[in-house]
T-cell receptor, first 116, second 112 residues
Framework: GAVVSQHPSWVICKSGTSVKIECRSL??????MFWYRQFPKQSLMLMAT?????????EQGVEKDKFLINHASLTLSTLTVTSAHPEDSSFYIC????????????FGDGTRLSIL | LAKTTQPISMDSYEGQEVNITCSHN???????ITWYQQFPSQGPRFIIQ???TKVTNEVASLFIPADRKSSTLSLPRVSLSDTAVYYC?????????????FGSGTRLQVQP
């Protein structure tokens, strides 16, 4: 079964609104979670690393004030796209590592965000 | 992080064996090789991971030569449902940043 849950799976909203996406690790604690963005026919691009109890680390070119990340617990990270615009429309995917092992990342099923 | 190079696309027919090779010339000593499968509008799904020689699980085999500068994912007897994008990633699982750089992936199309 799924070990990383992402919600919502699909959202459509008007330009200018803010959208929150949740990423939960279901049966393990994750001190680190990762957020990716994927445009059609392209590969996944890492946006930021979410660290429990501290600030997220953003990749070059990703606006931290635009994409707010909160990792308030060991099982939940949220990504908020603030004042979303049509160019923010994309497929957003999170992943998580089990804190106590070297097992590979587990990915959520993604969130399709469409800004009108 | 080590860069990977894969063929952009491959075509096959049902029942055939498919081998997808990935080049990672600057792989580091502590790096593992991990393969993921992605269907449209879904997150990547772990297939297999290895460090050296051969690894086999219920869905695939991973062949890694002694120099570890490449690896080959082998899918036995593919079916239409194996049509997907396959990503090869290289990274050190102990650093906290584990295989985060996705290359272009290989788009496998399985025909009936």
């Amino acid at each position: 079964g799924a070990v990383v849950s992402q919600h919502p799976s699909w959202v459509i909203c008007k330009s200018g609104t803010s959208v929150k996406i949740e990423c939960r690790s279901l049966d393990f604690q994750a001190t680190t979670m990762f957020w990716y963005r994927q445009f059609p026919k392209q590969s996944l691009m890492l946006m930021a690393t979410s660290n429990e109890g501290s600030k997220a680390t953003y990749e070059q070119g990703v606006e931290k004030d635009k994409f707010l990340i909160n990792h308030a617990s060991l099982t939940l990270s949220t990504l908020t796209v603030t004042s979303a615009h049509p160019e923010d429309s994309s497929f957003y995917i999170c992943s998580a590592n089990r804190a106590d092992s070297n097992q590979p990342q587990h990915f959520g099923d993604g969130t399709r965000l469409s800004i009108l | 992080l080590a860069k990977t190079t894969q063929p952009i696309s491959m075509d096959s027919y049902e029942g055939q064996e498919v081998n997808i090779t990935c080049s990672h010339n600057n792989i580091a000593t502590n790096d593992y090789i991990t393969w993921y499968q992605q269907f449209p509008s879904q997150g990547p799904r772990f297939i297999i991971q290895g460090y050296k020689t051969k690894v086999t699980n219920e869905v695939a085999s991973l062949f890694i030569p002694a120099d570890r500068k490449s690896s080959t994912l082998s899918l036995p007897r593919v079916s239409l449902s194996d049509t997907a994008v396959y990503y090869c990633l290289v990274g050190d699982p102990d650093t906290g940043r584990r295989a985060l750089t996705f290359g272009s992936g290989t788009r496998l199309q399985v025909q009936p």
